[in-house]
T-cell receptor, first 113, second 112 residues
C-alpha cells in the first residue's frame, strides 16, 4: 500500500513551457486534491475532485488545469509555466465522509526560470 | 475573510519537556480542526483532529484543545523528542464541504 504517489519529485521549467504533474492513490479514496506550498506559508488549494468525473476550483486555480483520469489518478497541468508557479506541489486524497483526514503525497518541487 | 494563524512562528524546547503550539482561527462556523506535522522534504502527516462539539482530544503523547469561545486551538506534545522537530500546521474546515484552510505553520525545534 503505497498511499499517495506523486511524480516527478523535482522539475525545472523555463517560462512558457508546459508540464503535467501526476498523482495516484491506492487507498480507494473518492476525493483528491492539489495544493501548493510556498516558503513560510501554509498549503493553498488549487483544484479538487470530490469524486471520479468531477473537478472544482480551489483558492488559487489560475494557470492550472486538472484531469481526474479515473478513481486512482488526478493530474495537474501547467499549460504555460510562469515564475510565480515556482512552488512545492502536494497531492492529497480523502475517503468519503465529512471528517476524514487528508493523506498527502511527498510533493513535487517545481522551479520555473 | 477566513484565516487560520499561529502565534509563534518558531518554538524551541528542551528534549523531554512538553511543547504547546497555538493556533487562532477566525471562522466561528468551523466545525472540524486538524493538526499536521511536516518534516523537511516530506508531505504533511496527520497528527490528530477534533470536532467542534469537543473541547479536548488525546492521542499518543499529543493532546488537542479547542476553545471555541476565543477561537483558539492548541497542540500539546508530551515529553518532546528529537523526532518531533518539524513544522506543525493547524487547519480548519469552515463549512460542511471538503475545504480545509491551513495556517502558515510553526517550526518546532527540539534541543538535545
Amino acid at each position: 500500500n503505497a498511499g499517495v504517489t506523486q511524480t516527478p519529485k523535482f522539475q525545472v521549467l523555463k517560462t512558457g513551457q508546459s508540464m503535467t504533474l501526476q498523482c495516484a492513490q491506492d487507498m480507494n479514496h473518492n476525493s483528491m486534491y492539489w495544493y501548493r506550498q510556498d516558503p513560510g506559508m501554509g498549503l493553498r488549494l488549487i483544484y479538487y475532485s470530490a469524486s471520479e468525473g468531477t473537478t472544482d476550483k480551489g483558492e488559487v486555480p489560475n494557470g492550472y488545469n486538472v484531469s481526474r483520469l479515473n478513481k486512482r489518478e488526478f493530474s495537474l497541468r501547467l499549460e504555460s509555466a510562469a515564475p510565480s508557479q515556482t512552488s512545492v506541489y502536494f497531492c492529497a486524497s480523502r475517503r468519503m465522509g465529512t471528517n476524514e483526514k487528508l493523506f498527502f503525497g511527498s510533493g513535487t518541487q517545481l522551479s520555473v526560470l | 475573510g477566513e484565516s487560520v494563524g499561529l502565534h509563534l512562528p518558531t518554538l524551541s524546547v528542551q528534549e523531554g519537556d512538553n511543547s504547546i503550539i497555538n493556533c487562532a482561527y477566525s471562522n466561528s462556523a468551523s466545525d472540524y480542526f486538524i493538526w499536521y506535522k511536516q518534516e523537511s522534504g516530506k508531505g504533511p502527516q496527520f497528527i490528530i483532529d477534533i470536532r467542534s462539539n469537543m473541547d479536548k482530544r488525546q492521542g499518543q503523547r499529543v493532546t488537542v484543545l479547542l476553545n471555541k469561545t476565543v477561537k483558539h486551538l492548541s497542540l500539546q506534545i508530551a515529553a518532546t523528542q528529537p523526532g518531533d522537530s518539524a513544522v506543525y500546521f493547524c487547519a480548519e474546515r469552515p463549512d460542511s464541504s471538503y475545504k480545509l484552510i491551513f495556517g502558515s505553520g510553526t517550526r518546532l525545534l527540539v534541543r538535545p
